[in-house]
């Protein structure tokens, strides 16, 4: 089922070329290269198929000169939001692609009504981490040997809205 998609376009001055729009069954091939390519454990196909066909699953592409460039999939239930997945074609990595795809992700979370964006990363990206920290996510915890060779992951929060402890 479609979501309605705000379509992000980045400032023209800083990021002419980088579209954010809604993944579709099409963009796989070149969305699951980049993902063979960044991760050792890679999503397959059906995650991805999987993604598309869920009614909390918002899955977008980065478009750079016309070519997807990036994904990030996000899932959105109630007041919580999650980052499930995001990757950059390496040979792109470092040129904010990422930071778009980011961005799209914490406006999409809060459009859809959710005060809390989660995510979690592996504590050996350096890069990613200091991204999320650029954005505001903080550290909630930790899964230690979650991923491949022991490698933990680091859990990270970022509040989309301020709460108004007062009303409470």
């Known amino acids: 089922m479609p979501f309605l998609f705000t379509p992000y376009v980045l400032d023209d001055i800083l990021h002419p070329m980088i579209r954010i729009r809604p993944?579709?069954?099409?963009?796989?091939?070149?969305?699951?290269?980049?993902?063979?390519?960044?991760?050792?454990?890679?999503?397959?196909?059906?995650?991805?198929?999987?993604?598309?066909g869920s009614e909390r699953g918002r899955p977008a592409v980065a478009e750079l000169s016309?070519?997807?460039?990036?994904?990030?999939?996000?899932?959105?239930?109630?007041?919580?939001?999650?980052?499930?997945?995001?990757?950059?074609?390496?040979?792109?990595?470092?040129?904010g692609i990422?930071?778009?795809?980011?961005?799209?992700?914490?406006?999409?979370?809060?459009?859809?009504?959710?005060?809390?964006?989660?995510?979690?990363v592996r504590?050996?990206?350096?890069?990613?981490?200091?991204?999320?920290?650029?954005?505001?996510?903080v550290r909630s915890g930790l899964r230690k040997a979650y991923y491949e060779l022991g490698v933990d992951a680091l859990l990270m929060d970022k509040y989309l809205v301020e709460e108004d402890v007062d009303a409470v």
């Open 23 to 52: 993944m579709i069954e099409a963009d796989l091939a070149a969305v699951l290269a980049i993902e063979q390519a960044c991760f050792s454990r890679a999503w397959t196909r059906e995650h991805f198929l999987a993604e598309l």
């Open 98 to 120: 990422g930071a778009a795809l980011l961005g799209w992700a914490c406006d999409e979370a809060a459009r859809q009504g959710a005060g809390l964006l989660r995510l979690e």
């Open 123 to 137: 504590t050996t990206s350096a890069p990613a981490i200091a991204l999320y920290k650029r954005f505001g996510f």
């Open 66 to 95: 016309g070519r997807v460039a990036g994904y990030l999939c996000l899932t959105v239930l109630l007041d919580e939001a999650e980052v499930l997945n995001l990757a950059v074609d390496p040979a792109l990595q470092r040129s």
